[in-house]
């Protein structure tokens, strides 16, 4: 069965600041990667995903990920935070079409004005 | 135009009590799934539906029990409530049921037991 790890819990950072949020899965076949955001009082919504391709996805509101394989790694990157940033983002993994997306602990992001 | 919709958004109810939860989809897809979310905001599916025939069956006790209507509806009934089930439940849906598609979800009934 697969696993998805996020290593961050809580992050805190000022506005126009780079964000990369950490994001590690175990499964030893192909798998699907996804980031959902999560903002107060909301529902989720999907950033971005990969599934093939160029490596490096771009998503809205400036997001973009990098898958690397060699590292079982799907990280989130924004160059420059803005307030409205602040969410709970989930990093998720989907191996096969009946298992369902396995999602991570998610990480709070706060971003101070 | 709400894409995928839950009714309650709030729940509050007695310990040993029965309850439903009602999701629907507009957006014509094939496959609705449940989500739980716990206080630390961890999210775990239970069910999946594809076509109204169910696919994934956590370990979710059996109290919890998945009803399919039709394909835009997947609704969620719990019997014999625990202070355990207290949690947020996300309904979603998917275009097949690949891997590959985008789930897109509901805004969540935050379900309280007392």
């Known amino acids: 069965a697969q696993s998805v790890s996020q290593h961050n819990h809580h992050v805190i950072l000022s506005e126009a600041a780079s964000l990369e949020l950490g994001c590690n899965y175990s499964?030893?076949?192909?798998?699907?990667l996804f980031w959902y955001v999560q903002y107060p009082g909301q529902h989720l919504q999907l950033l971005l995903k990969?599934?093939?391709?160029?490596?490096l996805v771009k998503g809205i509101k400036g997001f973009e990920a990098e898958f690397i394989k060699s590292k079982f790694s799907f990280n989130l990157r924004k160059p420059s935070v803005q307030w409205s940033d602040t969410a709970e983002y989930f990093c998720?993994?989907?191996?096969?079409?009946?298992?369902?997306?396995?999602f991570g602990k998610g990480t709070h992001l706060i971003i101070q004005p | 135009d709400t894409a995928v919709s839950q009714t309650p958004k709030y729940l509050v109810t007695q310990m040993g009590n029965d309850k439903s939860i009602k999701c629907e989809q507009n957006?014509?897809?094939?496959?609705m799934y449940w989500y739980k979310q716990d206080s630390k905001k961890f999210l775990k599916i239970m069910f999946s539906?594809?076509?109204?025939?169910?696919?994934i069956n956590e370990t979710v006790p059996n109290r919890f029990s998945p009803k399919s209507p039709d394909k835009a509806h997947l609704n969620l009934h719990i019997n014999s409530l625990e202070l355990g089930d207290s949690a947020v439940y996300f309904c979603?849906?998917?275009?097949?049921?690949?891997?590959?598609?985008?789930?897109?979800f509901g805004p969540g009934t935050r379900l309280t037991v007392l």
């Open positions: 979603a849906s998917s275009l097949q049921g690949k891997s590959t598609d985008t789930q897109y």
């Open positions: 499964y030893g076949g192909t798998v699907n």
């Open positions: 990969y599934f093939s391709g160029d490596p």
């Open positions: 998720a993994v989907n191996a096969g079409s009946a298992d369902g997306l396995t």
């Open positions: 957006l014509g897809h094939d496959t």
């Open positions: 539906y594809n076509n109204k025939e169910l696919i």
